[in-house]
């Protein structure tokens, strides 16, 4: 992404200008609201969980809770916020564009390496970074807090652990896509394609809701919007999306699979070792791959739509929006989640 130098503002830059500060306004509101629905679904899915047990019928409707409530609801929430139930009606030009297949398909999707690289060598950093710290704390982590792109913890019940493959690997990638290189995307994309792709990898990591998870989440964002710009289409980085996830879920079911036979299979533990070693070697591929390639970035020019103001300054008028800064304290604080649920159950 280029700095382009300030240019003066005329009378349409001032609108334009006011626009994008609705538009910042709009998504931070949005992304308080996906925080809160998330909350909520999560107190209603536990309260399921104990009612019903974990023996029948309660884990699914748990998991139905929980997609109702962190993605259905908050991406329709979204769409209405934009008005974009009409601009992507299934039978419009506007959606088949965006599920369209790009001319190289192929060489967009041989592109998972170097993402899944960047992504997972910022996670690796991350979590040494955890270490050193928890160590010098005398705290604890473990590396598996960063290898899935989820808060979910491994499950003890078959089915759960099935759904929750079933969510990562299909739900979260659609539902995602759509909601944030789709809907988000497009709404800034009139301010700028990079400031579209820094903003909505951004609120992709945010949304994850893990301070782990936070740096290689915004960074895969990032490299997903990169793709959504380069190829115009949601199909490629839904299926990079997918199989990103697919490798988490993997590990996760494998986790899942030693609590349900209480670490007694060695057989278990095998496959988990050396799924966590295969993981590893592919992180070291990928960012391999990852740095062949900054050569090619380099010498791509993002355009930008809107040159009188600088990014530098439309990244920081979305900082310093009060719906974005509300967003941020519920992003990272837990107690002030739960006490701004307090305050509206109270």
């Known amino acids: 992404m280029t700095f382009e130098p300030t240019q003066p503002?005329?009378?349409?830059?001032?609108?334009?200008?006011?626009?994008y500060k609705i538009v910042c306004a709009k998504l931070g509101l949005v992304m308080c609201a996906y925080f809160l629905c998330r909350m909520i679904g999560g107190l209603i899915s536990g309260l399921v969980l104990r009612v019903g047990g974990a023996g029948n019928a309660a884990p699914a409707i748990s998991m139905a809770i929980t997609v109702i409530m962190v993605y259905v609801v908050?991406?329709?929430?979204?769409?209405?916020?934009?008005?974009?139930?009409?601009?992507?009606?299934?039978?419009?030009?506007n959606f088949r564009r965006l599920y369209k297949k790009p001319v190289r398909l192929a060489q967009a999707i041989g592109t998972f390496p170097a993402m899944y690289g960047l992504g997972y060598g910022i996670a690796v950093l991350t979590f040494l970074a955890s270490f050193l710290i928890t160590r010098a704390t005398g705290g604890h982590t473990v590396i598996e807090d960063i290898l899935r792109p989820t808060t979910l913890e491994p499950s003890a019940n078959v089915v759960s652990a099935l759904l929750m493959v079933f969510v990562l690997v299909v739900i979260a990638p659609v539902f995602e896509e759509v909601w944030v290189r789709g809907i988000m995307y497009d709404a800034l994309k009139p301010y700028g394609d990079g400031i579209a792709i820094i903003i909505s990898s951004v609120l992709f990591g945010l949304m994850h809701g893990s301070i782990h998870m936070l740096f290689y989440t915004t960074a895969l964002?990032?490299?997903l919007g990169y793709v959504r710009y380069a190829t115009n289409s949601l199909l490629v980085v839904t299926i990079l999306h997918a199989v990103i996830n697919a490798i988490a879920a993997g590990m996760l079911l494998i986790m899942s699979m030693a609590d349900i036979t209480?670490?007694?299979?060695?057989?278990?533990n095998t496959i988990q070792n050396i799924y966590?070693?295969?993981?590893?070697?592919?992180?070291?591929?990928g960012v391999v791959a990852f740095v062949r390639k900054i050569?090619?970035?380099?010498?791509?020019?993002?355009?930008?739509?809107w040159v009188e103001i600088p990014p530098r300054r439309k990244i920081a008028l979305f900082f310093i929006s009060l719906p974005v800064i509300i967003m941020l304290v519920l992003a990272f604080n837990e107690l002030t989640n739960f006490w701004v649920l307090t305050l509206f159950i109270v």
């Open 9 to 19: 503002i005329g009378p349409n830059d001032g609108a334009k200008l006011r626009d």
């Open 74 to 93: 908050p991406m329709l929430l979204t769409a209405a916020v934009f008005k974009s139930f009409s601009y992507y009606n299934a039978k419009s030009e």
């Open 221 to 223: 964002g990032f490299a």
């Open 262 to 268: 209480l670490g007694a299979s060695r057989l278990v």
């Open 276 to 285: 966590m070693l295969a993981v590893l070697v592919l992180i070291v591929i």
């Open 295 to 305: 050569p090619t970035i380099r010498k791509y020019r993002i355009e930008n739509a």
